[in-house]
C-alpha cells in the first residue's frame, strides 16, 4: 500500500502564493508519476499538474506560469509552488501518485486552498 501525506494548504488572498507538500510512503512503484488534482464544489476533479520521476511535467491550461510542480525522489515528495493566486484556485486540492505494472491510482487526504477576492 501507499500512504499520500498532504500539508500546506490555507486561506490566502488574490494574488497571493501558497505552497503544497505531499509526501509518499509505503510499497512506492517506479517510475511512477506524482502530481495534484483540485476538485471546486459542484465540479469534478480536474487535474492541476503531474510530474514523473524523470522530471517531465504537465499542467492544466489554467495553471500554466502561476504554478510549479517539482518533487525530491529521495524523499518521495512532491510540490506545488502556487503564485498569482485567484478565487477559481479555490478547491481541495488532491496529491496523486500513478504507479506499477498495471497503473494504479493513490490519493491523499485532499487539502483546502481558499483565495479570497
Known amino acids: 500500500q501507499v500512504q499520500l501525506v498532504e500539508s500546506g494548504g490555507g486561506l490566502v488572498q488574490f494574488g497571493g502564493s501558497l505552497r503544497l507538500s505531499c509526501a509518499a510512503s509505503g510499497s512506492i512503484f517506479r517510475p511512477n508519476a506524482m502530481g495534484w488534482y483540485r476538485q471546486a464544489p459542484g465540479k469534478q476533479r480536474e487535474l492541476v499538474a503531474t510530474?514523473?520521476?524523470?522530471?517531465?511535467?504537465n499542467y492544466a491550461h489554467s495553471v500554466k506560469g502561476r504554478f510549479t510542480v517539482s518533487r525530491d525522489n529521495a524523499k518521495n515528495t512532491v510540490y506545488l509552488q502556487m503564485n498569482s493566486l485567484k478565487p477559481e484556485d479555490t478547491a481541495v486540492y488532491y496529491c496523486n501518485l500513478r504507479g506499477g505494472a498495471i497503473p494504479r491510482d493513490y490519493w491523499g487526504q485532499g487539502t483546502q486552498v481558499t483565495v479570497s477576492s
Open positions: 510530474i514523473t520521476s524523470g522530471g517531465s511535467t
